[in-house]
Structures are given as C-alpha cells and as structure tokens.
C-alpha cells in the first residue's frame, strides 16, 4: 500500500529536550516536504526535499532542523523545542501532478 | 500576509445539495491549484488539482474552477454526502518550485 508514515504519533516533552520525528514514504517519491498546522493558521510549511542531499527552507524553519541522507526517509529535528513548537505536524512527498501524500501526523506537546 | 484566504471558517449544506467552498489568492504568480480534504486524526489528503491554463475542472462530483482575473477558485460537491464533512483546505504554488502555500480551511458540515 502507497504510503507516508510518521513516528511518533504523539510526543509530550520538556522544552530544551531534543527530539526526532521520523518520516517514510514507499512511493519512491523524490520530493518531500514537512508542514505544521496550528489553529487558524491552515498548513505552514517548514522545509521542503527536492531529493536526497537538497533541502531548503519553507516559510516556517525556525528552531527545525532536517536531513534527506536517502530517498525514502526526511526526518524533522528539533535540537531544542520550546513551547511555541507544541503543534501537529504532517510530514509529505509529492506525486508527478503535484499532488502530495500526507502522512497521519505527529501531535507534539512541549511543556 | 495570507497568499491564500479561505474567508468561510464553516460551511452546512443539506445532504443531496451542491457544496460551494471559495479560496482567494493575491499572488498572480501562482499557476497550479490543489484541494486536498482532512478528516480527524488523519492527514489531508489529495482531492482535484486545477492549472492556470485551464478554468475548471471535473473528477466525478468534484468540479474546480478558477478564475484567474479575480484570483478567485471554488470547489463545488455534486451532490453533497454526509461523508463529504470534513476540513477542505485550497493550496497554491507556482510549478516547478515546490513551494505551495495553503489556506485556513473551510470545515463542511453536510447534513442527513
């Protein structure tokens, strides 16, 4: 089955305490992109992979930080949350007509 | 500064009705359009896509139209079913880069 995963699926942290939220995408897709949804504020985009090795930022980067090493996997790295990152975040790859595939989400609480 | 603008925070419709959800833009760089629909505790996911070359487009009872004069697209369901309720939310991007910038969200309630 063609699919985005994200891991975990729900995160409560301190702030100051790194953390990694995983992404897979089974659809050999090349490009791949995590966003963050807040109330009232729809979807922002964070960073966005054109392939593996290039990424670049989206309207939202502050305080993440990302990795494309292969094609299937673009991990999101918070090297120290704060609060203001409590969020839900959907992770992304995109089709050949520009539709993206969104994964399940990750729901993140930083106390 | 909101590129993309659902103005309608809701919408409720009677089952069997049409659904109009409206999105505005203000960026006439903008040549590809997407709504995508989420449900609860999932991702949205992809519904029809428009380009600018094209003024509407169908996919069963999903029917897109664009005008690009008024930066204007609406998404109309044919008829509406109650499991069509859901977050609709309209994004834009220019082809070819990768970015695209998505609205508020229009949650639709459709009625039994």
């Known amino acids: 089955e063609a699919q985005v995963t994200q891991n975990p699926r729900y995160l409560i942290t301190v702030t100051g305490k790194k953390l990694t939220v995983t992404c897979s995408q089974n659809?050999?897709?090349?490009?791949m992109s995590w966003y963050r949804q807040d109330p009232g504020l729809g979807l922002r985009q964070i960073y966005y992979?054109?392939?593996?090795?290039?990424?670049d930022k989206g309207d939202v980067p502050e305080g993440y930080k990302v990795s494309r090493k292969e094609k299937r996997n673009f991990p999101l790295i918070l090297e120290s949350p704060s609060p203001n990152q409590t969020s839900l975040y959907f992770c992304a790859s995109m089709g050949q007509r520009y539709e993206q595939y969104f994964g399940p989400g990750t729901r993140l609480t930083v106390t | 500064d909101q590129q993309v603008k659902q103005n309608s925070p809701s919408l409720s419709v009677q089952e069997g009705r049409i659904s109009i959800l409206n999105c505005d833009y203000t960026n006439s760089m903008f040549d590809y359009f997407l709504w995508y629909k989420k449900y609860p505790a999932e991702g949205p996911t992809f519904l029809i896509s428009?380009?600018?070359?094209?003024d509407k487009n169908e996919d069963g009872r999903f029917t897109v139209f664009l005008n690009k004069s008024a930066k204007h697209l609406s998404l109309h369901i044919v008829p509406s079913q109650p499991g069509d309720s859901a977050v609709y939310f309209c994004a834009a991007g220019v082809s070819g880069t990768y970015k695209y910038i998505f609205g508020t969200g229009t949650r639709l309630k459709v009625l039994a």
């Open positions: 428009i380009s600018s070359i094209k």
């Open positions: 992979s054109m392939n593996v090795e290039v990424t």
């Open positions: 659809m050999n897709h090349e490009y």
